[in-house]
């Protein structure tokens, strides 16, 4: 559905006023709206606007953590009382032209092998329609989402925007594309509905800390659901579950011990070395590929006492002479 074609009732900037970088019931909503009401809401990138296309990794060792992830909200709605359901159908989801792939060090400990990327390194990517260009010639298509969804938790005061919540928060659900629709379970009256840290594309898992961080304007239409009750989200979504929404080549590598996160960093380090040794690129480059465009599965937890993660690289994403044969 093209922008025009959308009846928008209210509209919301990224401004001093509704960006936050925290939850907290105790805020004041920054718009009311009723149920059935469409908003357009514009979202800076997840550091807040401090990174630019001229940025470099000194700029990511010089970040300050305090102001990510940037939301735009609150957003009361109208007769929204603890127990209800509130459901957030995402209408549009739209980039700017430009993202950033970051690997930050330090006290934030983003990454499943965070320690054994020590440096901070950045990707600045240029967003062109459905692709974003990385290196080599490398193309990701982009599904644009917005990695935090959320309502106000129960609990006073203010709350980190880190970690998920049983209320949503940055549960970075890659599905989340234009024409889903997420449901959150309300903790205070008006629900108090945030959104941001925005992704023009993710691997599964966000394996590096970050996706594709980008501004973005998000447009959505608000329900209220008052005959059912939820403990976390839930939500619709037609997907992708592959990165160009259809079944196609991949190559994969496995992770496998007594530990899920063990077999996950296993599975993402064999990823890594793939790209590197087989791909031709730098370290560096191929960790944050895998955290754009890289799948993770758990492919089985039943059998004790090891579990098998898998992570999945599509050959679409590189330049036809460099794409490994099919095989039948």
């Known amino acids: 559905m093209e922008a025009e074609e959308i009846a928008v009732d209210h509209r919301i900037d990224a401004d001093d006023d509704t960006v936050h970088s925290d939850w907290d019931n105790g805020r004041k909503p920054a718009l009311t709206v009723e149920p059935g009401d469409v908003v357009r ?33 609150p957003i ?19 980039h700017e032209g430009v993202g950033y792939t970051l690997v930050l060090p330090g006290p934030a400990e983003l990454g499943v092998l965070a320690d054994e990327f020590p440096d901070p390194t950045l990707h600045v990517w240029d967003l062109e329609g459905d692709v974003g260009h990385f290196v080599d010639g ?14 106000a938790p129960a609990e006073n005061g203010p709350h980190g925007t880190f970690p998920p919540r049983d209320v949503g928060g940055n ?4 599905q989340l594309t234009a024409g889903s629709r997420v449901y959150l379970p309300v903790a205070v009256e008006d629900a108090l509905f945030s959104i941001g840290d925005c992704h023009a594309a993710q691997g599964d898992g966000e394996v590096c800390g970050t996706g594709i961080e980008a501004p973005m304007t998000v447009t959505c239409r608000f329900g209220l659901r008052s005959d059912r009750s939820i403990d976390r989200p839930q939500f619709e979504t037609a997907g992708p579950f592959t990165p160009t929404g259809r079944d196609e080549p991949m190559y994969g590598t496995t992770g ?31 960790y944050m590929l895998c955290s754009a465009a890289v799948d993770l599965k758990i492919n089985e937890a039943v059998n004790a ?24």
């Open 41 to 73: 809401i514009s979202c800076r990138d997840a550091t807040n606007g401090q990174l630019s296309p001229e940025s470099t990794p000194a700029d990511v060792a010089a970040l300050d953590i305090d102001p990510i992830h940037a939301l735009t909200g």
């Open 76 to 94: 009361a709605v109208e007769g929204a009382r603890p127990g209800d359901v509130l459901a957030v159908e995402l209408l549009e989801v739209e």
């Open 138 to 151: 490398i193309e990701v298509p982009l599904n644009p989402f917005p990695g935090i969804v959320g309502v």
């Open 171 to 174: 549960i970075d659900v890659k």
């Open 256 to 286: 496998i011990a007594d530990d899920l996160m063990t077999a996950t960093r296993r599975a993402v380090r064999s990823m890594v070395d793939h790209l590197q040794d087989e791909r031709g690129l730098e370290r560096d480059d191929a």
């Open 305 to 328: 006492p090891n579990w098998v993660v898998s992570a999945y690289l599509p050959e679409s994403i590189f330049p036809e002479a460099k794409q490994r044969p099919t095989r039948a």
